[in-house]
């Protein structure tokens, strides 16, 4: 992270059940190996990615069941959360076309816009546990550096969230000028800062602090307080508030 100036996640597959290796069409496997079945007897945490990629692609192509195509999406893509993070960039894989596509990324969305919905009914942010969650499904799995910023007002309620800067796998630079113009346009009081790390260590560098430092001078001359930024990566994210490393302007 500079002023103006891979780690694929883990595939969490259990073996296919016997009738995968086999070139039926899942309609036709015992009724307790198909997906939908079991998502239904065991629920949801029981299907291993490829599994729930099945139920929600709902059919695969010629000699390929919904299954496998799950699991030649997560090898295409390198793991579940590079997969879900850049859908509309993969590669064609057969039986994974335009509107399984489309579904798969309306489906990330929802899932975000829901998480969303529970920060902002949020009373007020407390602590960096309240954002955290959140800001981390916006940002973990992103292969390039992102900044954002949560907008909040008098009473510390979320009023946006906005991703400002992106830059690559290295860092991206931002520029205080252009924070402050967002936080004047969300009418905000307060603000967090957030930006992911690609290599997934969230530790702060220099830069970050030195950043962060900025930015609190800036933005306290239009009367804003920097509550906290917070550094995404593999883990929980990293606040420099918990750090001891945001001080009042």
Known sequence: MTSGSDDPSAVRDAPLAPSAYRSQPIRDWAAHERPRERLYTHGAAALSDAELLAVLLGSGSAGR??????????????????????????????????VKRARLIVTLELARRALGEGLVDLPRIENPRDSAQYLRARMVHLRHEVFACLFLDTRHRVLAYEELFRGTIDGASVYPREVVRACLRHHASAVILAHNHPSGVAEPSAADVDITRTLIDALALMDIRVLDHLIIGQGQPVSLAERGLIREA
Do not use: I, K
Not at 67 to 79: F, I, M, N, Y
């Open 65 to 98: 069941d919904a299954v496998a195509t799950g699991r030649a999406l997560l090898s295409r893509a390198g793991g579940l959360g590079r997969l879900l993070s850049e859908a509309a960039e993969l590669p064609p894989v057969s039986g994974f076309g335009p």
